[in-house]
C-alpha cells in the first residue's frame, strides 16, 4: 500500500500560474497512471487530467499535468488562473497491490 | 449523457444500517466497474468499494471491510451498497461513480453522481 501526499492549501493571484504536487510513498509514480480531479464547493469531482497528462475535452489547455520520477511526485499546473479555478484539487492513482483507487487528501486552490 | 443518481441516504444511529442505490444511464452499465467513494465532512476522498461489470470481483477498503456490502442489478442498471454496523466515522457523503478499465485493471473513475449524505448520530 501507499499513500499520496498533496499541500493542504495554496493560494495565487488571478492570472498567474500554480503548481500542485503529489508525491508518492512508496513504489514508483511511474508505475501506474495519475489522476486529477477538480472538486468546486458543493459539487462532485471531475475530471481535469488523466492519464498523467491527458485532458478530458472540456477542460482548458490552461491544465496540465506531469509526473517525475526522480522527485516520485506528480504535478498539476493551471496556467492564467481564473476565480473559477478556485476548488480543492485530488490526486489518484491505482495501488495493484489490493487492486484498489488511492486519493492524495486533496489541496485547497484560493485565487485572490 | 452519462448520469448517476444516488439515493438512499439519510439519519442512522449508531450500530444501524442503510442501503445506498445509484440508478445509472446513458452507457452500457452492464460492461462497467462501479465504485462507491465517500468524502466526510471538510475530508478528502475515499474509495469504499468497487464492484465489476459481472458482479464477480469485488474491491472494499479496510475501514469497512466486513460490514459494508456492494452489489448490482444489471437488469435494473443500478449498483448498491448494503452499509451495517454503523459508526460515527462512516458518516459522509456517499459517491457512486463509473469505473475506467483497461485490459482488467480498473485504476480511475470517470463520472460521478451528485451523492447522498449520511449522517451516523443518536
Known amino acids: 500500500n501507499f499513500m499520496l501526499t498533496q499541500p493542504h492549501s495554496v493560494s495565487e493571484s488571478p492570472g498567474k500560474t500554480v503548481t500542485f504536487s503529489c508525491t508518492r510513498s512508496s513504489g514508483s509514480i511511474a508505475s501506474n497512471y495519475v489522476q486529477w480531479y477538480q472538486q468546486r464547493p458543493g459539487s462532485s469531482p471531475t475530471t481535469v487530467i488523466y492519464d498523467d497528462n491527458q485532458r478530458p475535452s472540456g477542460v482548458p489547455d490552461r491544465f496540465s499535468g506531469s509526473i517525475d520520477s526522480s522527485s516520485n511526485s506528480a504535478s498539476l499546473t493551471i496556467s492564467g488562473l481564473k476565480t473559477e479555478d478556485e476548488a480543492d484539487y485530488y490526486c489518484?492513482?491505482?495501488?495493484?497491490?489490493?487492486?484498489?483507487?488511492?486519493f492524495g487528501g486533496g489541496t485547497k486552490l484560493t485565487v485572490l | 449523457e452519462v448520469q448517476l443518481v444516488e439515493s438512499g441516504g439519510g439519519l442512522v444511529q449508531p450500530g444501524g444500517s442503510l442501503r445506498l442505490s445509484c440508478a445509472a444511464s446513458?452507457?452500457?452499465?452492464?460492461?462497467?466497474?462501479m465504485h462507491w467513494v465517500r468524502q466526510a465532512p471538510g475530508k478528502g476522498l475515499e474509495d469504499v468499494s468497487a464492484?465489476?461489470?459481472?458482479?464477480?470481483?469485488?474491491y472494499y477498503a479496510n475501514s469497512v471491510k466486513g460490514r459494508f456490502t456492494i452489489s448490482r442489478d444489471n437488469s435494473k442498471n443500478t449498483l448498491y451498497l448494503q452499509m451495517g454496523s454503523l459508526r460515527a466515522d462512516d458518516m459522509a457523503v456517499y459517491y457512486c461513480a463509473r469505473g475506467y478499465c483497461i485490459n482488467g485493471v480498473c485504476y480511475r473513475v470517470d463520472y460521478w453522481g451528485q451523492g447522498t449524505l449520511v449522517t451516523v448520530s443518536s
Open positions: 446513458g452507457f452500457p452499465f452492464n460492461t462497467y466497474t
Open positions: 489518484q492513482s491505482y495501488d495493484s497491490s489490493n487492486r484498489g483507487v488511492v
Open positions: 464492484l465489476s461489470s459481472n458482479g464477480g470481483s469485488t
